[in-house]
Structures are given as C-alpha cells and as structure tokens.
C-alpha cells in the first residue's frame, strides 16, 4: 500500500500503515509546524512530542532526526496544497484560485518558519516545487481563460508577489488580509 498523494507522488510523507501509529505520526506533524510556526525552526523536540501527546521516543522512531521532521513537516504542508487545489477546482475559477491562494499563504508561514533547514537542491525539495505548481497552476490558468484574471501575469508571478507580501511584518492579521485584497485587486480583471 502506497499512503501518497499522486500530485506529490516525487516527495511524498510516508505515514506508518497501522492507524494508531498514524494518529501519533499525524499529531506529531500539527505538534511541529506548529511549534516551528510560532518559535522557529530551533523549537524544542520534546516540546512537540509533549504537544502531540507522545514520548520523545515515539518522535525519535517516526523522524530520526531534526532534520526528518523539517523535511516532513514541509512535504505535508505541500501535501495539503496539493489537496486545496483538489478540493476547490469546481468552485468558480476567480473563486477558486483564490481559495487556494488563502491555503498557499498558509504553507508560506511554514516555509517561512523552517527556510533556513530545507535543502533547496535536493530531489525532495524539487518534487515538491513541482507538485505545487501542478496543482495551482491549472487553478490560475482557468481564471485566466475565464477573462477574471490578468493573461500578462505568470502563475510564478502570481506566488513570487503574494510570498513577498507574506514575508513583511504587519501590525494585525487582519492589515495582511488587506494587502493581501490589494494584491490580488491588480490580479484580477473582472472585479465585482
């Protein structure tokens, strides 16, 4: 049995086949990206595994070493992307690009949190590059064809801008909404 998603078949997280090692698996992962969300890529290991209601050991089977964990913590998050873009494709196609763009800020955040420990040459790191853009990709070039976003603008364009605006402090989560309204305002065409 093959536990991963086919858009991220290339770097995909290989979760354990009995479901209560997979609960544990699956909490340790929230546990992270949490912690490293809100304390950086340096937040203590038995933190998370105290978090996720496990031992230190259980974290130590399912990821050998810190560097695992980064690599499953940023694979699942491309995982869900993945997923997003599954999950809208029959909205609408402003509706559904955005809606996937909301779910990419998200895996920006977690990028964001762990930059510094993920191997950009790696196999992995590329799989999940493309994974990712198989996934949106379709989403914006419907919006396009659908005359409800720019045809002057690259898919690359699009995620370049929206992780710059992620990537600059705001006072409120809600002053990054705004900005982020903005930016897809000067995407979109047809604006209700």
Known sequence: MDD??????GAAVRRPHRADARRN??????AARTAFAEQGSGAPL?????????????????????????????VGEVEELCRAAQDVAHLPPWEAFSAWLDRFVSYVATKRAISDELNRDSEMFRASR?????????????AQEAGEARRD??????????????????????????????????????KD
Do not use: C
Not at 4 to 9: C, E, F, G, K, L
């Open 153 to 190: 603008a690259s898919f690359d364009d699009v995620l370049r801008m929206i992780t710059g605006i992620i990537a600059t402090g705001y006072v409120s989560d809600e002053q990054r909404g705004r900005v982020l309204r903005f930016a897809l305002d000067g995407i979109r065409t047809d």
């Open 4 to 9: 991963r998603t086919p858009s991220t078949a």
């Open 25 to 30: 698996f699956d909490k340790l992962l929230a």
């Open 46 to 74: 038995e933190d998370i595994a105290r978090t996720a209601g496990v031992g230190i050991g259980t974290l130590y089977r399912n990821f050998p070493t810190r560097q695992a964990l980064f690599d499953a913590v940023y």
């Open 130 to 142: 493309v994974a990712m853009y198989e996934a949106g990709e379709p989403l914006f070039t419907r």
